[in-house]
């Protein structure tokens, strides 16, 4: 393959980015940088952390708005809460996934090898970058634009949980997220029924064990019932966890 077709392919490649980002860049070579992770070069002004620290402002901005003109009657703690749900490294991970990024990052061999197109560090981080590489291009309306693109229905669609309660989903990637550090995976594990009046049947697993199943009319609302059963499941276990010392204690105390 001779230059020019490698440089018409990257072209190609970047064009579907930008069609799926629904932002098309003046300045490619800036979209490079945001996709450039810091393994692939040594020069400090070559690679995206920078434009990653922007990019994380903006994100923080845009989702905080979109959320207060979502649910203006929410306090902030709830806000708050779902906030750092939406911009936490699991969550963008996902959306980074869903858009394909892993695909056009430039990595160094270290990380080639260890998979590091599917690690969640680095594909947050490079959403962050191209998040901040189109404000640093476009202004904040660019930049705003494409972020309520990726968040507006999860902004829209789930209430900002309150303190001990709130949806299911939300609840479980946060109990998963701060005590096993991964995510939560959904998969249809069958449908019956109808195509008019169609059932799922949808289990979600973390680290591979199955943690709750649920059924639903909708995908939504069967995530929703698996999640329900893992988060009841993971509270117990906890709470069995947390009643073991104690139990221990009160039979030595009896002895």
């Not at 990257?10 to 064009?15: I, P, T, V």
């Not at 869903?98 to 990380?111: D, H, I, K, M, W």
């Not at 930049?143 to 669609?157: D, H, Q, T």
């Amino acid at each position: 393959m001779t230059r020019v077709d490698l440089e018409e392919e990257e072209s190609a490649a970047e064009a579907r980015l930008e069609e799926r980002l629904g932002y098309a860049f003046r300045d490619r070579e800036l979209l490079r940088t945001a996709l450039t992770h810091r393994s692939h070069t040594a020069g400090p002004g070559a690679q995206n952390e920078t434009l990653e620290f922007l990019g994380d402002a903006v994100l923080g901005l845009v989702v905080t708005e979109l959320l207060v003109r979502a649910w203006p009657r929410v306090g902030e703690g709830r806000l708050t809460r779902r906030r750092a749900s939406l911009v936490s490294a699991i969550s963008l991970a996902q959306r980074a996934a869903a858009l394909g990024l892993g695909e056009f990052l430039l990595l160094g061999r270290g990380e080639e090898k260890t998979r590091g197109r599917e690690k969640p560090s680095i594909l947050a981080g490079a959403l962050e970058a191209v998040l901040g590489s189109i404000f640093f291009e476009g202004g904040f309306e660019a930049a705003r634009g494409v972020v309520e693109r990726l968040f507006r229905e999860e902004v829209i669609g789930v209430e900002p949980p309150a303190y001990g309660g709130g949806e299911f989903k939300t609840q479980l990637q946060e109990i998963v997220q701060r005590d096993l550090h991964a995510a939560p995976e959904y998969s249809i594990s069958s449908t019956s029924g109808p195509d008019h009046a169609r059932e799922f049947h949808v289990e979600v697993s973390v680290a591979g064990r199955v943690l709750g199943r649920g059924s639903g009319s909708s995908k939504k609302i069967a995530e929703s019932g698996a999640a329900r059963e893992a988060v009841e499941l993971l509270r117990a276990e906890a709470g069995e966890a947390a009643s073991a010392p104690r139990a221990l204690s009160a039979a030595r105390t009896r002895a």
